[in-house]
């Protein structure tokens, strides 16, 4: 069945889909059109990047190619054609075939992909058994190279998934695709929800192995950076179509569809002198009711009337962009700015005004009038540590701790008052520990914790409620922190309650005002939702309002933005930079990623394994690192050479279509 | 291994909580017990010394310290000595639950976990065919089945196969015209007796395995590692049997011990109404008759079979789930 041509040009298509349609039919539910059309082709040997944020219909698209849609998903139209073989209505059987003849896929992240009750080793027998008859020696064989090659050893064979860390699990996860020998493989957002280094070692890795064994690979992400830095070309997805489709060079220097423009404005080098970052506010279309015209105009700064009628693609040397003002010289607005030396807030003019950033607006109308924390007070750690106990091994790459595992290792540290002080370090660093037991929610195992003359690691479970009025947390993840019971209105006012005691007129003006203040306008319309109803961004803007509404001295940010499209990342952070200013409160700001805290924050402490390897003014901490780990960290970063100027491309319309 | 050692203690303690209630409840009652057993006994016959003297270090001595009381109390339990019932005069306790124990633990065991091993197999088939005609036709009667009272059940079957029909044996474990031995002859008539109360706990337990085993199978589907099996072509069997049913199988795992915990103290419902000479039967003989050396022994018996039975599916489970070893 192997139709392959003796002698192949490097790009003959590997697969392409045509008119490709997909639609989820849950029971119960409006249909869901995920995938609107979508006309793509994968040269051999080609590396290609699917970006857009999430529920923009990715993940659909990548499973519908590698036909593993199921039910209520199902491909409504449009034909897959993997090889030269149509595999749009392929049965369970054949589809089989096409697995072993090479297209394989890596899910997302990888954290579930293995079975929780199977040891490695099972798995590379089930994998390697279901293609051919073979010794278990030779499995165990093949087994080891293929775990070299994705730089494990061979001892990870006889562990369960569970004793292996994140990213040993997305290695497992590739060695495994890898059995395959595939021919194409599908990455499903392959780094996602792992630490920054990891991530950038697991990228590494991909594209080691893909010049080594030769695979044509479609590398999903909602990270346009981390895809532009890793790939030939780059198919941008919104709401359900592909709006531009260009090599990846050409689209770094100069994307021609608004999308593509504001996801690389979202994008930045936290080491460069001065650093400007964009967001795009609003969120993508509900796609049960796809939007009549260009899908993307509500979010559109340059949006016309013609912005009305659907647009047609556009040819652009070999790639092409669904827009009608392009090519245009696209200028993204921007939301935050930071250059060396003091910080520097954009003004709420220009661009400013015509995105929706109702969140500085806002707060400008509210300057000057509450300055809540007026008698700010310094929180300072001396040598402050924390031991834990483990009952089971700690997994981390390769090394498994036991017993005591010391998670803060004698941090001492002095946050002035009004200060913005970033935490930054690897997962397991002991950021989030330090958090909680400046919030009280973890008392250190030795040292002392200060705010004021208020000893904090001497607090009395019974005294926390009145130090939270001082004191106010911000959680990474904005779904797992709001009772999914009680509308957000209540879930904040209760705060208002809890902390400021009021009532009737006072109680329901407060609310509104602090709805207004992070940038939920109007109130009345958004106090009344449920967290599902709002999106994640809105969700975390409903946290924040909650952490204000105790007037707090000092607000810790614990990866405020982490779980957030990036797209979301500029506007969030410059709600938290207006909040500093204009509450007085001193900001905390734990993250893994320097970007944000290279803009919300003056001071950066650097943390590894509990220890602090480095602090200092930000910028200069980011701009001339001393220590190799904050180097490391650096270098993680995937850096993209952005320049706004539109190329000199020739646009041409696709033939034999209406303009 | 290290894992059923660190469980060893629990074992330990929960049944030393249980033996310790078992003495000190009658202790607490209201009355005498002790002295209630004695009047009764003498009323069934001649009580020797040593007769009175068990039923009184097992349920109170008038006289005498708490201390005292609870090492005798602990003497005799070792040695299995719980008194002499009297609804079995002058049979010792020990002797008449001795006898009760293996029909019910043949019986009521064999179909509890008969009940468990097929209701698990047809709700993997249910949700691996999800939405086919089997997986409707099993959801549905299963529901039925499960809501279906008890009793009635076990009325409907006596009536029809038992009267109307006259297949089977209406009461009792065997029929009169054979001895309890290990002979063909008993066992014939044994098994025919059987087959009307294992059918009634076979058919009101087993819904409630394929419906628990079908939504699990059908939560595992949805798991990422479900699809990357399927994506890395493993054949459908494997999916289903080694990846999808091996995992939906632990929260099951855990019901199943609850339902063994069960069998012994749990049947007493289908016993009587069959008039099967199990545990559950003579648990209700004693309460009717107030035999509370009877009693006593029985509520220690079944608290330790459950205790037990969770012990033992506590081990299964960490064998089955990696996660929870170490
Ligand atoms: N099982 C499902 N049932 C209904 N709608 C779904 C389902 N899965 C995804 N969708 C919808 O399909 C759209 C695309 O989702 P997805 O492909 O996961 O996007 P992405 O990978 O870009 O985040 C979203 O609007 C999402 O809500
Ligand atoms: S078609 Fe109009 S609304 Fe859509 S992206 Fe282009 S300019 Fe913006
Ligand atoms: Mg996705």
Sequence with gaps: MDTRPPSQSEHAPLLTASGLEVLYEPAGGPPVHAVRGVDISIGQGQLVGLVGESGCGKSTLGYALARLLRPPARIAAGTVVFDSTDITNLDRKSLRGIRHNGLAV???????ALNPVRRVRGHFHDVLGAQQRLHAAEVDNTAETLLSQVELAPSVLDRYPHELSGGMRQRVAIALALALKPRLVVFDEPTTALDVIVQRAI????????????????????????VLGATDQVWVMYAGRIVERRDSPALATGP??????????????????????????????????????CAFAPRCWLSGPPCKEEPHEKLVGTGSVTCHMAPTKLEVPKLIRRVDGPSEPIPDSGHGAKVPTTASAAVAKGRGRHRDATTAEPLALIDVTKDFK?????????????????????????????????????????????????????????????????????LRTRDLPRYWR????????????????????????????NHQGLKGDDYRRELLRLFDTVGLAPPEHYAAK??????????????????LAAKPQVLVADEPVSMLDVSLRAEILHLLGELRKNTGASLLYITHDLLSARLVTDQLVVLRQGHIVESGPTSSVLRSPSHPYTVELIAAIPTVQQSQTVPAGAITERPGEPV | MRYVLRRLPVLVITLWAAVTLNFLLPRLMPGTPAGAAVAKLAGQGSVSASQRRAIEVMLGVPHGSLASQYWQYLKAIAGGNFGISYTYFPEPVSKVIGAALPWTLALVGTVTVMAFVIGTLLGVL???KRGSIFDTAASVGCTFMAAFPYFWTALVLLYVFGFVAGWFPIRGGYSASVSPGWDWSFFVSALGHSVLPAFTILVSGLGGWVLGMRNNMMGVLGEDYIVF???????????????????????????????????????????????????GYLLYNAVVNEDYPLMQALFLVITVSVLMANFVVDLIYGLLDPRVRR
């Design chain 1, 106 to 112: 890596v899910l997302q992240s990888g954290m579930n």
């Design chain 1, 203 to 226: 990228m590494d890795t991909i594209a080691r192995l893909q010049a080594e064994v030769g695979f044509t690979a479609l590398i999903i992400s909602h990270d346009l950076g981390l």
């Design chain 1, 256 to 293: 021609l569809h608004p999308y593509s423009a504001a996801l690389l404005a979202c994008q930045g080098d936290p080491t460069a002198e001065k650093v400007e970052l964009g967001g795009i506010p609003g969120s993508p279309p509900d796609l049960s009711k796809p939007p009549e015209g």
């Design chain 1, 390 to 458: 483990t009952k089971r091994a700690a997994p981390s790459e390769g090394v498994q701790a036991q017993g005591l595992v010391q998670a803060v290792a004698g941090v001492s540290l002095r946050l002035e008052a009004g200060q913005a002080m970033g935490l930054v370090g690897g997962s397991g660093s002991g950021k989030t520990t330090l958090g909680r037991m400046i919030v009280g929610l973890e008392r250190p195992s030795s040292g002392s914790i200060t705010l004021g003359n208020l000893r904090v690691d001497k």
């Design chain 1, 470 to 497: 001082r004191v106010q947390m911000v959680f990474q993840d904005p779904y797992a922190g709001l009772n999914p019971l009680h509308s957000v209105g209540y879930t904040v006012g209760r705060a208002i309650r």
């Design chain 1, 530 to 547: 449920l967290p599902h109803q709002l999106s994640g961004g809105q969700r975390q803007r409903v946290v924040i309002a909650r952490a």
């Design chain 2, 126 to 128: 249910a949700a691996w």
């Design chain 2, 229 to 279: 099996a399927e994506a890395n072509g493993l054949s459908p069997r494997t999916v289903a049997l080694r990846y999808a049913a091996r995992n939906a199988l632990l929260p099951g795992v855990t019901a199943f011990g609850m339902a063994l915990g069960l069998v012994v103290g749990g049947s007493l419902l289908t016993e009587v109404v069959f008039g099967y000479p199990g545990i």
